[in-house]
């Protein structure tokens, strides 16, 4: 559900609806029930703030009160003890900067030349006490009993004799089979993911075992260990288990079922592994069988972890940021009912009579009868239809960007009975689409197309509109006067006063892939996350706010102030909209959403797998977890307002 009033519709109609139940009881078929009780979902596992850095961000480490983190420009100082606003504390430029190791006041650090050991006694003034060259560069270093120990790719692994940090000097240098991309020291011993293989070695003396993965096509990206256990995590095979009580006897001893490319912790009895939804969640309890216990979407895969208190920290390289999630308790909310039906969701719009539209791009327009969102129903497909990729209801027909079979409008009146009544096949790919005043303005690959549905049967074509990408998303933010095109690089408003002769009126170089209407308010989707506009009178968009979301953004709703927003990998982001120039987050559901629409009753999310409801946000009881920390026009992009300016966003610098 991408676009403009359906959700106002929708909700008028509802309420007439009801209104009419209430009266003629007899000969009236509503929604079911009364709006629903909402939950804070911010009582639930969440990412609570962020902070961003120059460059990409590859490790973190706790410094007293602090956090040191280092990226490819230097090593940063953080004040992290209000997620909702993070504090740059201090700074040292270290080209390269890859991975840390804090033991005390000492940081050991490896950059693009080698090792580099710094004191920290005045954290706000670092001292560089030494430099050692390496061979290779390194991805990961650990501390332990006067060493440091490097896992450096295919050049194995470096031990240096850190017992005079002013004077390191190379000890000793393994070889590996493969390739050491990270490792663990515990127990007198070193535990290498070793992409293909676990290694273990006995320090100082270099002795070695080889665990025998039982997978010839294991890809290890992590390794942590904690008691008698090792716990590697692999791209293809999830979590990976081995017995360690004998060190140099390692024995697999299972796996969890899942795939991660990022990091893994091990804090207390808790494990978190790094994957590209974000944050894995599991219960050790049982150390050689790790449980599930939730998921946390981040902003992209967190390569680094750190718990403290409530909260695990996660470095995301490919944002330059660190994302703050909020992990007490483990948990993540549970859905009102689920469909499952397998089918690739893309899409959703509710109609008046309670019955849900999905669109499962080759499955076509799934039926679903959502009046009771605790018992929802598949009823089947619309006949005739065979692609769907977005659409849009009003009143009794629904009008479907129908991929390459082009544009079609449904009488959904019988939805037992839904079937075609007709449609225009257009040039090339038809992705998105919105629907006003007798118009409907449908993408068309490189072009946007002005449709006249006034007769549904025959729908006609009045005019066009050329861009240069692939449009992805259509809103219609003035009705009969502007419409608002997105293509991922840009958002362009038309003047369409004149339907066959539309006209630009107005170019944000922005990034946004989605847009979602809800009065004089317009959310622009994007990569990087979430802009807000206000459509002034004239259809003009003033910039208002913006908020970093985790994963690629497509569609989603507005209700009271809130909205809920489909980001695929960075499942069902919830966020509070009452003050437009700052959006909050206020939670989020680890799904992978195509769409998602609301009702006064009920979430409804489509998604891989199906349909799911869930209750509606509490906005009366919760509180918003993620204030805005300053100007922020998310990472670097085109000014919109000047475009020949970039606009950038860092951390505030602690007073």
């Not at 010839?216 to 390794?223: G, K, Q, R, T």
């Not at 074509?461 to 050329?466: F, P």
Request: hydrophobic share 45%; glycine share 10%.
């Amino acid at each position: 559900m991408g676009s403009t009033r359906r959700g106002d519709a929708l909700r008028a109609a509802t309420s007439a609806l009801r209104a009419l139940t209430l009266t003629v009881t007899i000969i009236a078929v509503g929604v079911a029930g009364a709006p629903a009780a909402g939950i804070d979902y911010g009582d639930y596992a969440h990412r609570a703030g962020w902070a961003a850095l120059p460059g990409a961000v590859w490790d973190l480490a706790p410094l007293g009160e602090a956090f040191l983190a280092a990226d490819e420009v230097g090593l940063h100082l953080l004040d992290l003890s209000l997620p909702q606003a993070p504090q740059l504390i201090g700074e040292y430029p270290l080209s390269g900067a890859r991975s840390l190791a804090v033991a005390g006041e000492r940081v050991y650090a490896i950059d693009g030349e080698g090792l580099r050991v710094f004191s920290y006694a005045d954290p706000l003034a670092p001292v560089l006490l030494a430099s050692l060259s390496l061979p290779s560069p390194g991805l990961d270093i650990e501390v332990a009993g006067g060493l440091a120990c490097v896992a450096a790719d295919t050049a194995g692994v470096y031990v240096i004799d850190i017992g005079d940090p002013q004077a390191p000097f190379l000890r000793a240098h393994w070889d590996t089979p493969y390739r050491a991309v990270d490792l663990a020291v515990a127990a007198g011993h070193v535990f290498v993911a070793d992409r293909h293989s676990l290694e273990v070695f006995a320090l100082p003396t270099g002795r070695r075992a080889s665990a025998d993965l039982g997978r010839p096509d294991a890809s290890l990206h992590a390794v942590a260990v904690a008691g008698d256990y090792a716990y590697l995590i692999d791209m293809n095979f999830g979590i990976m288990v081995f017995d360690i009580s004998v060190p140099l006897a390692p024995a697999y001893a299972g796996q969890v079922e899942g795939s991660g490319d990022g990091g893994i912790l091990v804090a207390g009895d808790r494990l978190y592994s790094g994957s590209s939804p974000g944050l894995m969640i599991f219960s050790l309890e049982k150390p050689a069988r790790p449980a599930p216990l939730c998921a946390v979407n981040s902003t992209g895969v967190p390569v680094a972890l750190v718990a403290a208190g409530e909260h695990v920290y996660a470095a995301i390289p490919e944002r330059a940021q660190i994302d703050i999630l909020d992990c007490v308790p483990p948990a993540e909310p549970l859905p009102l009912d689920e469909l499952v039906t397998y089918d690739f969701s893309t899409d959703l719009d509710l109609a008046a009579d309670g019955y849900a539209y999905v669109a499962c791009d080759f499955d076509g327009l799934a039926i679903i009868d959502a009046r009771d969102p605790t018992a929802l129903v598949h009823q089947g497909y619309v006949a005739g239809l065979d692609r769907a990729v977005e659409t849009v209801i009003q009143g009794e027909l629904a009008y479907v960007a129908a991929s390459y079979d082009g544009f079609r409008i449904v009488d959904i009146s019988e939805p037992d009975g839904a079937q075609v009544i007709g449609g225009l096949p257009l040039g090339g790919y038809t992705p998105a689409l919105d629907v006003a005043g007798g118009l409907a303005f449908v993408a068309d690959q490189t072009a946007l197309r002005v449709i006249d549905v006034s007769e549904p049967s025959a729908p006609a074509l009045l005019g066009s509109y050329g861009t240069s990408h692939l449009v992805t998303a259509v809103s219609v933010i003035r009705p009969g006067a502007r419409v608002a095109l997105a293509d991922g690089l840009q958002i362009q408003v038309l003047d369409v006063g004149q339907p066959s002769q539309p006209i630009l009126a107005q170019t944000l170089p922005l990034p946004a892939h989605g847009l979602v209407l809800a009065g004089d308010l317009l959310c622009a989707l994007g990569t990087p996350g979430l802009w807000t506009f206000r459509v002034e009178p004239d259809g003009a968009l003033t910039a208002l706010g913006s908020l970093p979301l985790p994963g690629y953004p497509t569609t989603g709703d507005i209700l009271n102030g809130v909205g809920y927003f489909a980001h695929n990998s960075g499942g069902l982001q919830i966020v509070d909209l009452r003050e437009p120039a700052q959006p909050l987050t206020l939670g989020s559901i680890p799904r992978w959403p195509g769409g998602a629409a609301v009702r006064d009753d009920a979430l409804f999310v489509a998604d891989f797998w199906g349909l799911a409801s869930y209750p509606l946000h509490d906005t009366a009881t919760a509180v918003p977890t993620t204030p805005a920390a300053g100007p922020q026009l998310l990472a670097s992009y085109p000014n919109p307002f000047n475009p020949t300016t970039l606009l950038g966003y860092r951390l505030p610098a602690a007073p």
